[in-house]
């Protein structure tokens, strides 16, 4: 256990100390919800409409952008390499960071979302059920983007792939993050049922997650 | 087992059945496009455009089929270190997404009289769509890493994580209300589908299946042909 | 937990690590075979052998990141429930240095994650101390590759897997290596090293790993 | 001359060579369009309005995405360096490698994308407007985003601060990339003006970007 | 074209590199201050000092690179219109290698990026012919190196920068190392080595940069 705090700790740290973190992960979301009306146009009904779908949207992208990197210093440092040799079993260490990048960059954005809502006319009465939403998605959205990250770690521009690897496991959470996310009344009451299936989703993937990450570390560790 | 493990033993038997294949695969095509074609019905309702059904439904089928393929070989890779199951999921994924391609290229273009539109976003057709996409993405990991032994590990696990992704399309008009048809063929009750259509179809989907073990086979043999001839390049690189 | 262990508690227990007949294939290329070494505790087994003849893939098989294609590899008389790697610290040409984090929070991690162990002494061994609250990113190719071996003083460990471990460093740090590694194997400990030059200490065996250039 | 052209033909063979390049930018741009009809509806009168804005704000991230690391490998494995020490000055090397990105990553989306827009409705009579604004604004894409890309080469994880600096400069490309790309009659015309404006843009990130690309390199090698 | 030059056409005239009272800042601290040498043509200049001492500062300093904080580098009798830079090579910690690219893909680049040179020469002068067509992220460490090495035989250039030019080499590499060296002199270039090993051949020359540790 305090292994795992050991190297979440650390991740933190460096999360912090590098390129700004938690800071620069805000300023990507603030400006992708800044393009969005720029785009798609002014109207502000329309945009009221769209609005969770687009803050999820945002949360998404935010998240891939910064998570696939989570293995990739630790991978080229040789750090890993002493990781897979140390007394924590692979799928730990790749929960710990997984963790670790949840804390530093997920969570804040979730956190910060409906906060930014009003930058494009969310419903108030929509600010908690999307609260709410996001934290539970965002676990899972940290956990698969570990995948997506360990799958491509050795390769140099794993970037995009990341993208096309992971995005098909995001449709399912985007689909019922956005339902969990309308305000209450605002349509047929399917909030809880799909906030339910969100922490199915993400049990599902704490549990899985770590298993397919370590996997993919050791074919590249090979 | 171990006259399959051999991948010369392999090619050698490939050659001496493909030829059936080929011809069974004919054979079946004729008989379905002329139930397909001539003797099925049209539509009360659909008319003449029902016919793309038996195109599509099979394309469909199959799409979900090789992929299930796909993440059976990659589990038997994993469990039994097969070399031969790593060929046989990372040969299927080109004509997987090919299929796959097929079914929203039909379904398409039958939606536009159906539906009024080429593509709506709904689950089904959402999830198809995700499914071409991590067809795509397992193909991309092949390709971008050189060495096939490493992308065989990782292959594996893109191809089980994917997996994920089948019960959805399957289901998906079951758990949302769609416009796509409910299930009418494999469902517990019993197909709900008229006898003059139901056998062109169920022959088509069995002529789909073969071409599908016939080119599995060739592009399994190709692959296996050019494993050697790098694995030859590269010792005579290696000899020092 | 099994971190807590101390590697030369059974000390006087023999204790041996085998190679037999390994063979090494990287890329679907065989980078070497047949390859059959071993060593005791107290002695210092050094690696030779042309660019490419398999050094760094022999020391991280041995560290259990390769699979040999064939081959076994035994530590007899070892941590029954450890693997090798558990029980060996690999200094390899990748350094496993945070650039972003100082020196000694750099080895304050690895104390941590690797189970316990002493930051000022490890510092000192290697004459860091005066860097410890300097970022690492900040320091010259020598004193990076010294804060790499800190990592064998922090947490003991039985078996030291080097791969050119002086490269880089200055004639004091080499000679301050060379003790090391000779305190080390005074303690029972088994040293595997991969070099081109000179260590500064008589190898108890030798490995050449061939003509290959 | 032949310098440049040496630089560009190795930094295309590289992007072809890692990650599949083309592939997956296309991949990625793809995925971009899947999510927005999931996560802002299937209604298609909306998303008929909305595509052509869809299109461009996929386009940008996908530029953003593949461009933070046009020098970062080149920095980190002291090829950069010899360049700056080289017989090429730094701003024609900035250059090169800004066209190489853009005929790599930001071309063939521009291309692409009006043949993706059929997945999200967009008007056929948008297709040939859309391209030719897309063909323009995509120059000023790469140009800029080489900009972003060599002001955060020293930084670790420079891919969000990239973002954060760059998207400003994407807003007034996207503006006019959006209005240059509506069908003809569906407005007043001011598809042709906002053209002119683009080419402007793209002209002026010609001259600047290289400028601003090499000071930014140069402080790091320092 | 400025990189169509030969460095060696004016063979006879006298050439020197000069520091003068050079002083190097890194990071807001004084690394070294008042540091002169001289190279003449012919002159291997041999560059010591413990770890941190600035060696590779100087190097990129000379390589124009880093801007000394103070003191002047002149080159003089060199050609007028290059900078020192543009008429050095400079073989640094970190090797300016692709790794998606073949060894020989490599060279290509730089010989077309750097003025043109002939390929098939400098892979035979390394030994790395056989490698060619290797992908160079499967080289090992001194290989890598090697293919570091070889644009200095690529390209003809007068000043040779190297940080540290032997590490990671085998015998034998070492050796064709100091025979191109040898060769360079003779031929009337430059050399500017710094290193914590013997290079294998006598510099004319030596500097040390002092007592940092
Ligand atoms: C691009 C659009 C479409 C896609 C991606 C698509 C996808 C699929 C898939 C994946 C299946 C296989 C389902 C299973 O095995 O359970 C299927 C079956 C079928 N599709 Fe489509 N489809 C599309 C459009 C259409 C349209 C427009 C129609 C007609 C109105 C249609 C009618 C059917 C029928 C009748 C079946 C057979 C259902 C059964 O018997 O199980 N599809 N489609
Ligand atoms: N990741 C890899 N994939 C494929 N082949 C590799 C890989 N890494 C190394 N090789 C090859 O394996 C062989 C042995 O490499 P290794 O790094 O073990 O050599 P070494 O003896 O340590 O050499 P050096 O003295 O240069 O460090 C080399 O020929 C190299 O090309
Ligand atoms: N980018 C940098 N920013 C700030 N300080 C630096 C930087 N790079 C190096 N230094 C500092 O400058 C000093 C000299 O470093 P340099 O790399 O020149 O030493 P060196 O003599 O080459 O040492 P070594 O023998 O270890 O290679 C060191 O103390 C180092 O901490
Ligand atoms: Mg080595
Ligand atoms: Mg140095």
Known sequence: ????????RRDLTLAFRQGGGVGTALGFFL????????????DQALLQRLAPGALWIALLLAVLLSADRIFQQDYEDGSLDIMAMGPMPLELVALAKAIAHWLASSLPLAVAAPLLGFLINLDPAAILPLALAMGLGSVALSLLASIGAAVTVGLRRGGLLV????LPLYVPVLIFGVSASTAPGAGPDIATPSLLILSAMALASLVLSPLAAAAALRSYLK | MQTLANPARFVGLANAVLPFVWVATIILFAIGLYGAIVTSPPDYQQGETVRIMFVHVPAAWLALMVYT??????????????????????????IGATFTFLALATGSLWGKPMWGAWWVWDARLTSMFVLFLLYIGYMAVWQAIDEPHRAALVA?????????????VKFSVTWWNSLHQPASVFRIDGPTIAPSMLWPLLVMGLAYTLLFLALHLVSIRAEVTARKIRQMRLAEIGER | MVAFYSPFAIRYSPMQIIGQDLVCERGGRTVFHDVSFMVNRHELLQLTGPN?????????????????????LNLDGGHADLTIGQQAHLIAHQEAVKLALTVAENLAFWAGFLGGGDVGNALAALDLTRLAHYPAGLLSAGQKRRLSLARLVLVPRLLWLLDEPTVG????????????MTEHLAKGGMIIAATHVALGLEPARRLDLGPRA
């Open chain 1, 163 to 166: 993208s096309l690897l992971i």
């Open chain 3, 52 to 72: 490419g003849s398999g050094k760094s893939s022999l020391l991280r098989m041995i560290a259990g990141l390769n699979d040999p294609a064939a081959g076994t």
């Open chain 1, 1 to 8: 256990m305090s292994l795992i705090l050991a190297l979440i």
């Open chain 2, 69 to 94: 393929v796909m993440a059976l070989a990659s589990a038997v890779a994993i469990v039994f270190r097969h070399p031969l199951a790593d060929v046989a999921a990372k040969t299927a994924a080109p």
């Open chain 3, 169 to 180: 460093l200055d004639t004091a740090s080499q000679q301050r290596l060379a003790g090391m």
């Open chain 2, 156 to 168: 594996r696990i893109v191809a089980l994580v994917g997996f994920v992704n089948i019960p959805i």
């Open chain 1, 31 to 42: 400006t992708v919800v800044v393009l969005l009306p720029i785009g798609l146009g002014p």
